[in-house]
T-cell receptor, first 111, second 110 residues
Framework: EAQVTQNPRYLITVTGKKLTVTCSQNMNHEYMSWYRQDPGLGLRQIYYSMNVEVTDKGDVPEGYKVSRKEKRNFPLILESPSPNQTSLYFC??????????FGPGTRLTVT | GQNIDQPTEMTATEGAIVQINCTYQTSGFNGLFWYQQHAGEAPTFLSYNVLDGLEEKGRFSSFLSRSKGYSYLLLKELQMKDSASYLCAVRKAAGNKLTFGGGTRVLVKP
């Protein structure tokens, strides 16, 4: 079964404490992407990756880092989280951006 | 940049038809997508249009006019389970960056 997994699903943290949200896919897809979803703003793309070692900025990359060292994993790193990064985060994977499979989401609260 | 506009909310009756419009302005265009998202869940892919015209998939159809920067998603024979948000997204010509609209919440009433 095609699957995208994210961990953790829920996280409450404090300002400035580095965190990583993991994303893994079992479909051998080249394309992976991170989004954040906020009320009234919809889904906004943070970063995407076309393949291993290839990453590009989306619309809202500030304050985030990503890495793609292997095809199946695409972690999202917040080096110094701030309250404005409180959001619902989705990871997605696909053969391209054409048809993406989304993970279940990670709800992050930064106090 | 890209501007993508869609209505915030629509209400329709079970068994009826609803049309969700999406207009966009972009400096380059390489496809328009529709996703469905039930409350508390992840988005799921519905349709993709890159050429003008209508794409039909069962009860759902999506239309694109590139010259007008316009698309719609048509939901026929509405069912209660169709109550969800519908997200329009545009892919730019260069690369695979996707920009989403704010989403349209559809409420289906009995």
């Amino acid at each position: 079964e095609a699957q995208v997994t994210q961990n953790p699903r829920y996280l409450i943290t404090v300002t400035g404490k580095k965190l990583t949200v993991t994303c893994s896919q079992n479909m051998n897809h080249e394309y992976m992407s991170w989004y954040r979803q906020d009320p009234g703003l919809g889904l906004r793309q943070i970063y995407y990756s076309m393949n291993v070692e290839v990453t590009d900025k989306g619309d809202v990359p500030e304050g985030y880092k990503v890495s793609r060292k292997e095809k199946r994993n695409f972690p999202l790193i917040l080096e110094s989280p701030s309250p404005n990064q409180t959001s619902l985060y989705f990871c997605a994977a696909g053969l391209s951006s054409y048809e993406q499979y989304f993970g279940p989401g990670t709800r992050l609260t930064v106090t | 940049g890209q501007n993508i506009d869609q209505p915030t909310e629509m209400t329709a009756t079970e068994g009826a038809i609803v049309q969700i419009n999406c207009t966009y302005q972009t400096s380059g265009f390489n496809g328009l997508f529709w996703y469905q998202q039930h409350a508390g869940e992840a988005p799921t892919f519905l349709s993709y249009n890159v050429l003008d015209g209508l794409e039909e998939k069962g009860r759902f159809s999506s239309f694109l006019s590139r010259s007008k920067g316009y698309s719609y998603l048509l939901l026929k024979e509405l069912q209660m389970k169709d109550s969800a948000s519908y997200l329009c997204a545009v892919r730019k010509a260069a690369g695979n960056k996707l920009t989403f609209g704010g989403g349209t919440r559809v409420l289906v009433k009995p």
